[in-house]
């Protein structure tokens, strides 16, 4: 099984150029929610003062004007991932008056989908393009599920690494390069679905929620106290059926297919180019204003949730798919990581060295393609996780046989171990390795999870959901009100927010098109 694994591994042992591995890019996208005092959702505009959300390089916003996003530029070094997201974060802070960055993926004291702001990146088309496609995730899948977040882990493999790669594979002359890096990042893809399962296991960390959240719906979830429901076993209630899913994928029926690149955009044009019934109800422009920006299955490829996705950078105005079948994969976004609330930043070094290492483990393994029936056991396998995972009774499916969290994880964990041990080689470092043996401990015992811990420690406190998430938040925020910025560092974020500004002004003046015609030229690729 693990054959392929181990023959990648004993050939990158013989090579003598480090800068294959260390040359590698990483890079996050962390989703924090602005909140008030009390904890509810901040009903304030996306600061001035932070930059336009529509042009800032780091500093934008997803669904709501309080849900912040912020992005690091790819980088070599995970500390220079990390210091750069320390370093904004602190800025942002510096620029917010009383209101707090929510320290997990779940909100709390939510009052309704109404009293969510949608994101507003001003009066151009591009800009109206990202509200309107946001008004139309309210009306499919509701607002509430919208203010969820996450962090999205982002990777590459460096340049001169897939030449080594095709001669260790001898993958011959058949394809081009980029055709060839295409179909070892979708067998990369295939795997990360395959043993997707061990991101919620290992780093989920909403296992509770606040019941405000819930808005008074039915639930199967039980009471941790008069606040707070949660699942004595869950892990990432954030992944599982409460969180954002395309879970109407039997209703619409879009389902992407990993198989391979064409296949991948194929799946996707025909979900962005047909029309549901379903949404056709919706309407397209009401009483003047856009509710979606079409009434197809998919709006636009984003729309399509999936926990890992192959990027490609877009050109203005370039639609995703477009740009994937021009130029191919540059990279990798692993999306199902949770904010972990008990670490100001949301993440930390030891998750990071261990994706790393997972990810090149991935792209090594054996991947089949992935049928109908295998589909079925992903998506199966990590909802189960979600809320069930640390249950030592539990029983996940691989290949239609029933196995353990603690066999299964136990043997990718063993196989990645070579894999640790060469990149603390290539780094001069022992990090990887320890990381593996604290993921190790996770999987032998479930009460070394982040979300074990969490549920310790809100007993010990004797708090609820929300009483620990506002512990934690204001924690952070004292953290980061200490960690003062120096000048220069400072007068580099305020540069960046008011040259974004100034190039938000710029696409307003020159935009002369009506949105109709716009959105007509976008999708058809003309603009």
């Not at 949770?338 to 070094?349: M, Q, R, T």
């Amino acid at each position: 099984m693990y054959q392929k694994a181990e023959h990648y591994l004993k050939a990158f042992s013989d090579i003598k150029d480090k800068s294959l591995f260390t040359k590698s890019l990483i890079g996050l996208e962390k989703e924090t929610l602005r909140v008030n005092p009390e904890g509810g959702l901040a009903l304030t505009p996306h600061p001035t003062t932070l930059g336009s959300a529509l042009t800032h390089p780091y500093i934008t916003t997803d669904y709501s004007e309080a849900l912040l996003e912020i992005v690091t530029p790819p980088s070599e070094e995970t500390s220079t991932v990390l210091q750069f997201l320390s370093d904004t974060q602190s800025y942002i802070y510096s620029q917010l008056a009383d209101e707090l960055l929510w320290a997990t993926s779940m909100p709390c004291v939510v009052a309704g989908g109404t009293s969510i702001p949608l994101a507003k990146y001003g009066p151009s088309n591009p800009g109206l393009m990202k509200t309107v496609y946001r008004r139309g995730l309210g009306h499919r899948y509701g607002r509430v599920m919208q203010v969820i977040a996450g962090v999205h882990f982002n990777f590459s493999f460096a340049d001169n690494f897939w030449p080594i790669f095709f001669d260790i594979s001898k993958a011959g002359d058949k394809y081009s390069e980029q055709e060839l890096i295409a179909q070892n990042y979708f067998s990369l893809l295939r795997n990360l679905q395959r043993f997707g399962w061990m991101i919620p296991y290992l780093f989920g960390a909403s296992p509770a929620v606040c019941k405000s959240f819930l808005q008074g719906k039915e639930t199967s979830l039980i009471n941790f106290n008069e606040t707070t429901y949660y699942e004595p076993y869950a892990t990432s209630l954030r992944m599982g059926d409460i969180g954002y899913q395309n879970n109407k994928e039997s209703e619409v029926g879009v389902v992407a297919n990993y198989n391979s690149l064409n296949e991948y955009i194929n799946s996707l044009q025909h979900a962005i180019e047909t029309p549901c019934p379903e949404y056709q109800k919706i309407g397209l422009e009401v009483d003047g204003q856009y509710q979606q920006l079409n009434a197809n299955i998919l709006q636009i490829e984003n729309e399509y949730y999936s926990t890992v996705r192959p990027k490609q950078i877009t050109n203005q105005y370039e639609m995703p798919i477009e740009a994937l079948r021009k130029r191919g994969v540059d990279y990798v976004e692993l999306r199902s990581l949770d904010v972990n609330a008990s670490h100001p930043l949301g993440i930390n070094e030891e998750q990071l060295d261990f994706l790393e290492s997972f990810m090149l483990f991935c792209l090594c393994h054996e991947s089949p393609s992935i049928d109908a029936n295998e589909k079925k056991e992903i998506d199966n396998n990590e909802m189960l996780t979600a809320h069930q995972g640390r249950d030592p009774s539990l029983k996940l499916t691989r290949n239609g046989k029933p196995i353990s969290i603690k066999q299964w994880g136990g043997e990718i964990l063993q196989q990645m171990q070579g894999y640790a041990e060469l990149l603390d080689d290539v780094y001069e470092t022992k990090n990887y390795s320890a990381s593996l043996k604290t993921q190790h401990q996770a999987v032998v015992d479930p009460e070394c999870t982040p979300s074990a811990k969490m549920l310790a420690e809100m007993s010990d406190y004797g708090e609820g959901f929300y009483q620990y998430a506002m512990r934690m938040s204001q924690q952070h925020h004292e953290m980061f009100i200490k960690q003062k910025l120096s000048v220069q560092q400072f007068q580099f974020y305020k540069n960046l927010s008011e040259s974004s500004i100034a190039k938000q002004k710029q696409i307003e003046n020159d935009d002369i098109l009506p949105f109709a015609t716009f959105l007509e030229r976008y999708f058809s690729k003309t603009l």
